[in-house]
């Protein structure tokens, strides 16, 4: 059985930082592409960055970029996201997200697995 485990989430001040990380259980991690959504209240779930199979290719959202970085430990079935100068408009549920190689994750991909959510709160 699949399972996706977030951790890492909590309250924060604007301007300060957090590490999220999924680890994946039921899949041969390797072959999956991992990714990170996040969805506020009253708003659709909403792509935030990915990271491909190898590691070597990513991808982010434009309100993101220069601000987290997405990476994964292989070995550990692990894919974290790493946010800094945190906003308050980044305030949302933090969805892990799966696909299997060669598809790539980004806005609009067929996710195959999701992980159960962190909730990310930023304060002013």
């Known amino acids: 059985q699949v399972a996706m485990v977030e951790s890492g989430g909590g309250l924060v001040q604007a301007g300060g930082s957090l590490r999220l990380s999924c680890v994946a259980s039921?899949?041969?991690?390797?072959?999956?592409?991992m990714g990170w959504f996040r969805q506020a209240p009253g708003n659709q779930r909403a792509f935030v960055a990915s990271?491909?199979?190898?590691?070597?290719?990513?991808l982010y959202a434009d309100s993101v970029k220069g601000r987290f970085t997405i990476s994964r430990d292989n070995a550990k079935n692990t894919v974290y996201l790493q946010m800094n100068s945190l906003k308050p408009e980044d305030t949302a549920v933090y969805y892990c997200?799966?696909?299997?190689?060669?598809?790539?994750?980004?806005?609009?991909?067929?996710?195959?697995?999701w992980g159960q959510g962190a909730q990310v709160t930023v304060s002013s």
């Open positions: 990271i491909s199979w190898s590691g070597i290719g990513t």
């Open positions: 039921g899949v041969t991690f390797s072959l999956y592409s």
């Open positions: 997200a799966a696909a299997q190689a060669p598809r790539s994750l980004g806005p609009g991909t067929i996710v195959d697995y």
